[in-house]
DNA sequence: ACAAATGATACTAATATGGTATCATTATCG
DNA sequence: CGATAATGATACCATATTAGTATCATTTGT
């Protein structure tokens, strides 16, 4: 089990190094070629960042991708909510059908306690950590 | 993104049954009839649980499965290993391939921590707390 | 107008998860 | 001892999720 998808992954890698650049604004094919995604792989996921208002793209000739907000105001929950869904640790494996053994059910309290720690502990994480910390 | 698979999910709720019941040992054909649980499924469920010493089979007639351990030796954590393969949240998405962005590792670091938090929380978790919480 | 960029969207491939089916093996009991 | 009732081993199938591709439409700067 990962607590990263690979979606997330490359997210975090491109939004980090838009924001190391110092011109702003940064093409997909810079991207492609500095961060060894694939191509229409990236362009789907920038696609995703710029509707999630995390990236803002220009069209257009000499367009690109630059950051929507300053690296500390983007958190890693964010990209990962974007590209994983809303975190949901605790999701019954009985979604639909209703759950046949409600007895059992505390253990989703227990789990929901996690996921609260987890959230915690990934919430201090934005943009601009990750890049001080390398 | 859950944290218990439906595998471990269900081996839970056996290890609970044949736990509460007073004669030891319980057939297949009872934890069916009590958990609904698809027969042949279980079966497999069932089959891991004695490899791993959670549970022990008793081929032939009058046979089945009883706990290879008293309930407060049996961990969450070992059921979720068992299905779900050792925990790794901070696997990483290339594993064959050579990480093409060693600079971003850190972030394996800090979920690494995040790791140790989940397990030490789950590691309280035994066969027994569950059978006592309900 | 044209070229260079992203937007939208539909499709395909690989992997993981959930579940089935079948035959072999073992143990009890008449 | 042999029939029967149980589990062991294993191969297979179905569905969902994740990863990745392909194509055409739209926008914008020169």
Redesign the interface.
């Known amino acids: ?6 979606n997330t ?1 490359y997210a ?2 491109a939004v ?1 190094y838009i924001a190391r650049q110092d011109k702003s604004i940064v093409s997909v094919a810079e991207l492609v070629k500095a ?2 995604i694939p191509r229409p792989f990236l362009r789907k996921i920038l696609q995703v960042l710029n509707k999630k208002r995390i990236l803002i793209s220009n069209k257009g000739s000499g367009g690109g991708f630059k950051l929507a907000r300053k690296v500390d105001k983007i958190f890693l929950t964010e990209l990962m909510e974007a590209f ?2 809303p ?5 019954c ?1 009985f979604k639909k059908d209703l759950c ?2 409600r ?2 059910c ?2 989703k309290n ?2 929901d ?3 609260d ?2 959230l915690s ?2 919430s201090t ?1 934005t943009i601009d950590s ?1 890049l001080k ?2």
Chains 1, 2 share one sequence.
């Open positions: 089990m990962k607590l990263i998808s690979r992954d975090v890698r980090c961060l060894e994983q869904g975190f949901k640790l605790n999701e494996t046949p053994n007895k059992f505390w253990l227990k789990i306690i996690i996921e720690t987890v502990e990934l994480m990750i910390e390398k």
